[in-house]
């Protein structure tokens, strides 16, 4: 999972969640959060291996992730229903979506 994820964000650039949901067993029950303590969620749906590849590439700095605006994820076709992080250092009370890509670092 990790080499295919590293190829996509490699060849593609600025791919999105909904772009390596391509990938096999990419998909699964869990949610990507950066602080669960500030209730942004990155993405839902996701499989616990390819949270775990996606947080060992950018530990490794071979990808890194960027915010990106939810108009991004509208034209791959998808987004969360959650309203949209405004400020990335504030504490939501309830979960908000924070919209990111990633790039090769």
């Keep these: 999972m990790k080499k295919e994820i590293l190829k996509k964000v490699s060849d593609w650039k600025s791919v999105t969640f ?3 949901q391509h990938i096999d067993g990419f998909r699964g029950n869990s ?3 950066i602080n669960p303590e500030y209730n942004h969620i990155l993405w839902d749906g996701i499989s616990s291996v390819a949270i775990n590849a996606l947080q060992e590439l950018i530990s490794e700095k ?3 992730m960027q915010p990106t605006s939810n108009l991004t994820y509208l034209i791959d076709g998808g987004r969360l ?3 949209i992080v405004k400020q990335a250092g504030k504490k939501y009370k309830k979960p908000h979506w924070f919209p990111i890509v990633f790039n090769p670092f």
Excluded: C, H, V
């Design 81 to 83: 229903n959650l309203p």
């Design 18 to 20: 909904l772009e390596l």
């Design 31 to 33: 949610s990507m959060q």
């Design 62 to 64: 071979k990808i890194k």
